[in-house]
């Protein structure tokens, strides 16, 4: 679904998808070779993937900035089982404007980063990625263009990186993914793009030295065309998903080293969207979203062609379902992560796992008395748990951070 999310007191009303941003974190390759070792671990992995779909997801504690009435995580991303990074904003109670903030996980609990943004300025984190084992990137937008940070030391601090000199206005920067400590994606809009009005897509890359702006594929112009997932395979293999048009229908674009092109897509419906893509390989990709603003989506790629999967909706209470997050642990364990809006007041969550054949609802928390949603998620370790960030509301603070896990 579309809505209009507020900036600062006095900007523009940015429209996005319900869900706040997209995340992508780096894909894990379970296995090297075939031998019997892998073979076996192949067993124990499904096992364990196959515990954790029917167990589902779970609420686990975290924090929320002191003062506030306002927290949202939008991203989260790993670097072990002990050491996982979520960003997103807060607003202190009485005032206006939102800030950045991070969230680390130590094993045990999880605790508010500082994370440094222009003064007196709205600013939003909506997406992380871990480059290194201790080098992050996180993106979102500040009042007036995109905000980069970069953390060297495993998300416990974080710093401001420029954005591009040649940067359109109003830019903002929605998700991000990671090649290498020099080769990281991130992509979003602008709004002061070639009509000069409207909302264009915005891609940008890291060299290892600056973050550049790079053309996109020529698509028809609209004025309402959005990028909001990426996700890297390789170097020369990497996709982003977003919409386009007032009424959208999906978008899909692919790098091949060299150029951007636009690429076919199965879904033509209005307010249709996909909002998140997983690459496992040149021949193995998720993009989810949806369609019909009432329908979960779920597209696969085969290596020559995109096409649609089915997928499990919740039907009940008028529901209207999106899928915000997808995460690739290997080619028969898919995760999704989303909400469904239900009796159009209402969000709670949804969480949907591929088992190599089919696509399935699985369990998921629902901690807030109000609305519960989840925005992206990360595997912790091949074999281990998934977390899952997003929002509730109706407790203390108002709105809270929202962070699930599987088990088993």
């Not at 679904?1 to 998808?17: H, K, L, T, V, Y």
């Amino acid at each position: 679904m579309i809505f209009f999310s507020a900036r600062a007191e006095g900007g523009m009303p940015i429209p996005r998808p319900r869900r706040s941003a997209g995340n992508l974190t780096p894909v894990r390759r379970r296995f090297a070779s075939a031998g019997t070792a892998a073979l076996a671990a192949a067993i124990v992995l499904g096992i364990a993937s196959t515990a954790q779909a029917v167990t589902g997801f779970q609420a686990q504690a975290s924090s929320n900035v002191t003062g506030s009435d306002y927290n949202e995580l939008d991203g989260v991303t790993d670097i072990g089982a002990t050491n996982d990074t979520a960003v997103g904003f807060y607003r202190i109670s009485g005032q206006l404007i939102f800030r950045a903030f991070a969230e680390h996980w130590n094993g045990r609990t999880w605790s508010v980063v500082t994370v440094p943004s222009p003064a007196g300025d709205d600013t939003r984190l909506h997406a992380v990625a871990a480059a290194t084992t201790t080098g992050l990137w996180a993106v979102g937008s500040d009042a007036s263009h995109s905000l980069i940070e970069q953390s060297t030391n495993g998300g416990l601090g974080w710093s401001v990186v420029p954005s591009p000199a040649n940067e359109p206005a109003s830019s903002q920067l929605d998700a991000i993914s990671a090649v290498s400590a020099t080769d990281i994606w991130a992509v979003g809009y602008s709004r002061a793009g070639s009509t000069g009005q409207g909302f264009e897509p915005l891609i940008e890359h890291w060299n290892g030295t600056a973050w550049s702006v790079i053309p996109g594929a020529a698509i028809t112009v609209t004025g309402s065309d959005f990028l909001t997932g990426v996700s890297a395979a390789s170097s020369a293999d990497v996709w982003a998903v977003g919409r386009s048009g007032r009424h959208p229908t999906p978008i899909i674009e692919h790098w091949n080293g060299t150029s951007w092109t636009q690429v076919p897509q199965p879904v033509s419906g209005y307010d249709s969207s996909l909002n998140s893509v997983a690459a496992i390989s040149g021949t193995n990709a998720w993009a989810v979203g949806e369609q019909n603003l009432n329908q979960t989506v779920t597209e696969h790629w085969d290596g020559t062609s995109w096409t649609l999967v089915p997928s499990p909706s919740v039907t009940a209470n008028n529901a209207q379902d999106t899928l915000s997050g997808v995460s690739a642990v290997g080619g028969s364990d898919v995760w999704a992560v989303g909400s469904t809006l239900q009796n159009f007041t209402t969000d709670q969550t949804l969480a949907e796992h591929w088992d190599g054949s089919s696509w399935q609802i699985v369990p998921s928390a629902n901690p807030g008395p109000g609305s519960n949603a989840l925005s992206s998620l990360a595997q912790t370790a091949p074999g281990g748990p998934l977390r899952a960030v997003g929002f509730s509301t109706g407790g203390t603070p108002a709105t809270a951070t929202l962070v699930e896990t599987t088990v088993g």
